[in-house]
């Protein structure tokens, strides 16, 4: 099975390449997978050093799952069955 890997940054442009993604995947039976990739959430060190990693994780997977949720809205088309 073909998989199709969208970066997701929560930009317009992200949302367009999802889409594409999404009818190329409809085309060829595949699947589409979306990544987000999370700076820590203070490259200079600052926040960093009064939260816990527990807390800078939970941060970044928030930060995450806001940006993806309205690429994944539109992924669940794949998920339907035909």
């Known amino acids: 099975m073909n998989t199709i890997l969208v970066p997701v940054d929560g930009s317009k ?3 367009h390449a999802t889409d594409h993604a999404i009818s190329q995947a409809k085309r060829i039976r595949g699947k589409v997978h979306l990544l ?3 700076l820590l959430p203070d490259t200079y060190r600052t926040v960093r050093e009064y ?3 527990a807390s800078n994780r939970e941060l970044t997977t928030q930060r ?3 940006i993806l949720k309205p690429a ?3 992924t669940a088309i794949l998920r ?3």
Request: charged letters at 10%; proline letters at 6%; a positive charge.
């Open 72 to 74: 994944v809205q539109s």
């Open 51 to 53: 939260l816990a990693s």
């Open 64 to 66: 995450a799952k806001a």
């Open 36 to 38: 987000n990739v999370q």
């Open 13 to 15: 442009n992200a949302l």
């Open 80 to 82: 339907r069955p035909s």
